[in-house]
C-alpha cells in the first residue's frame, strides 16, 4: 500500500492492482479485474471515476465499499430532474437569519448584510462537504445517478470537479485541501455530456459472467448452499438472456437468494419460481411472460447446462 500525495500516515490507498481488489473483496466487493484496474486509477492519479451501467449492477456499491476501506467520509449526491446548484452546494437557513434579525432588533440593534451570510447561517449541502477536510483523509464524493439532472447542472459541476473548489456568491470561493475522491455513476437513461466524460477515467459496468456473480452472491448470501447458489445464478443469467423490459441486476440475483433462504428452500422448481419471481422481475408484463411453461422450460435449459458444465 502507497501513500496518497499530501496525507498523512492514516489513510493509505492500495499501491497495485491486485491490492485494489483485494482491498474491495475484504469488505464483500467481487470486482473484475477491469474494474480494479480503472478504481486503482482513479485513486493513483486522483482522477474522477465514471461508472455507467444498468441498474443493480454494483456501481453506487463501489463507492460505498471504497470509503469504508480506506476509512474515508462518504457524501453521497443524490441526482434528481430539477436539482440545482444550490441544493447540491449550500443553501442559507433564512429561518435562522430571521430570528438573528428579530434579536437583534429586541436589543435596539441593527444587523447587517455581512452578519447574516456567514457560515453560521449556511446549510451545507453534499458538494461543499465534500470540499472540507475529514478527518480521515479527503472523503468519497458520490454522485449518484447523474442522468437524472440536466445539462446544466453537468457544466456546473464539471467546474466544480476540475477546480475541486465551490463558489457561494454571497460567502466567495470554498476550495478543497485535498480533493475529494469522487466517483459518479450513470444508469444510462440519457447520454452524459461528453466534456464531463472526458475529466473523468470511464467503466461500462457490465452484468458479471457466471463465475463472478456466484462468487458475488456467496460473499453476500454466504448461509446459502452451494448448489442453490448455482441454480440462482445460472437462472438469472439465462434470464437476462431473454427479451424483457427490465433485465433482473445483481441486486435482484441477491434478493432473490434471501427470499428463497427465508422460504427454507433447497433446490428451484417452477412453482416456488413463479410463486418468488417478484424478487427478480419487476414489471408485470415481464413476470406474466416468465410465468408457468416458461419458467419450467428455462429451468430445465438451466439444469441442463449445469451438468454439462
Ligand atoms: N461486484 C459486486 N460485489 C458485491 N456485491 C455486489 C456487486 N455488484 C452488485 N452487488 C450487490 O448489488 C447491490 C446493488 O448494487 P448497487 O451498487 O446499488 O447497483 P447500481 O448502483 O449499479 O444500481 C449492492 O447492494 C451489492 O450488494
Ligand atoms: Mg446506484
Same mark, same amino acid.
Given at each position: 500500500?502507497?501513500?496518497?500525495?499530501?496525507?498523512?500516515?492514516?489513510?493509505?490507498?492500495?499501491?497495485?492492482?491486485?491490492?485494489?481488489?483485494?482491498?474491495?473483496?475484504?469488505?464483500?466487493?467481487?470486482?473484475?479485474?477491469?474494474?480494479?484496474?480503472v478504481v486503482?486509477?482513479s485513486?493513483?492519479?486522483?482522477r474522477p471515476l465514471f461508472l455507467e451501467g444498468?441498474?443493480?449492477?454494483?456501481k453506487t456499491e463501489i463507492a460505498k465499499?471504497l470509503?469504508?476501506?480506506?476509512? !474515508?467520509?462518504l457524501i453521497r449526491l443524490q441526482c434528481?430532474?430539477?436539482l440545482?446548484?444550490?441544493?447540491a452546494?449550500?443553501?442559507?437557513?433564512?429561518?435562522?437569519?430571521?430570528? +438573528?434579525?428579530?434579536?437583534?432588533?429586541?436589543?435596539?440593534? +441593527?444587523?447587517?448584510?455581512?452578519?447574516?451570510?456567514?457560515?453560521?447561517?449556511?446549510?451545507?449541502?453534499p458538494l461543499?462537504?465534500a470540499? !472540507?477536510?475529514?478527518?480521515?483523509?479527503?472523503?468519497v464524493l458520490l454522485i449518484d445517478e447523474i442522468d437524472r439532472t440536466?445539462?446544466?447542472f453537468e457544466a456546473f459541476l464539471l #467546474?466544480a470537479l476540475s477546480?475541486?473548489?465551490?463558489?457561494?456568491?454571497?460567502?466567495?470561493?470554498?476550495?478543497?485541501?485535498?480533493p475529494p475522491i469522487v466517483i459518479l455513476t450513470s444508469n444510462r437513461t440519457r447520454e452524459v455530456h461528453d466534456a464531463l466524460k472526458r475529466r473523468c477515467l470511464y467503466h461500462w459496468v457490465?452484468?458479471?459472467?457466471?463465475?463472478?456473480?456466484?462468487?458475488?452472491?456467496?460473499?453476500?448470501?454466504?448461509?446459502?448452499? #452451494?448448489?442453490?447458489?448455482? #441454480?440462482?445464478?445460472?437462472?438469472?443469467? !439465462?434470464?437476462? !438472456? #431473454?427479451?424483457?423490459?427490465?433485465?433482473?441486476?445483481?441486486?435482484?440475483?441477491?434478493?432473490?437468494?434471501?427470499?428463497?433462504?427465508?422460504?427454507?428452500?433447497?433446490?428451484?422448481?417452477?412453482?416456488?419460481?413463479?410463486?418468488?419471481?417478484?424478487?427478480?422481475?419487476?414489471?408485470?408484463?415481464?413476470?406474466?411472460?416468465?410465468?408457468?411453461?416458461?419458467?419450467?422450460?428455462?429451468?430445465?435449459?438451466?439444469?441442463?447446462?449445469?451438468?454439462?458444465?
Open positions: 500500500m502507497g501513500r496518497a500525495k499530501g496525507e498523512c500516515c492514516v489513510t493509505l490507498v492500495p499501491a497495485t492492482i491486485d491490492a485494489t481488489e483485494t482491498l474491495l473483496a475484504d469488505q464483500g466487493y467481487v470486482a473484475s479485474r477491469a474494474l480494479a484496474t486503482f486509477l485513486l493513483k492519479l486522483g444498468e441498474a443493480g449492477v454494483g465499499t470509503a469504508h476501506a480506506l476509512g !474515508r467520509r434528481y430532474e430539477g440545482d446548484a444550490a441544493s452546494v449550500a443553501e442559507w437557513n433564512f429561518a435562522a437569519q430571521m430570528v +438573528a434579525i428579530r434579536a437583534a432588533e429586541t436589543s435596539g440593534n +441593527a444587523t447587517s448584510r455581512a452578519d447574516l451570510f456567514t457560515e453560521d447561517f449556511l446549510i451545507e449541502r461543499l462537504a470540499m !472540507r477536510p475529514q478527518p480521515g483523509g479527503a472523503p440536466d445539462e446544466p #467546474e477546480e475541486a473548489q465551490v463558489t457561494i456568491p454571497e460567502l466567495g470561493t470554498i476550495r478543497a485541501p485535498e457490465d452484468y458479471p459472467a457466471f463465475g463472478r456473480e456466484l462468487q458475488i452472491l456467496q460473499a453476500r448470501a454466504p448461509e446459502a448452499q #452451494e448448489a442453490l447458489s448455482r #441454480e440462482i445464478v445460472a437462472f438469472v443469467q !439465462r434470464l437476462r !438472456r #431473454e427479451d424483457l423490459f427490465k433485465r433482473p441486476g445483481v441486486a435482484e440475483t441477491i434478493d432473490w437468494a434471501k427470499c428463497l433462504l427465508a422460504l427454507d428452500v433447497i433446490s428451484l422448481s417452477p412453482e416456488v419460481i413463479a410463486d418468488t419471481l417478484g424478487a427478480i422481475l419487476k414489471y408485470q408484463d415481464d413476470i406474466q411472460k416468465i410465468q408457468g411453461s416458461e419458467a419450467k422450460r428455462l429451468l430445465e435449459t438451466v439444469r441442463a447446462e449445469l451438468t454439462s458444465a
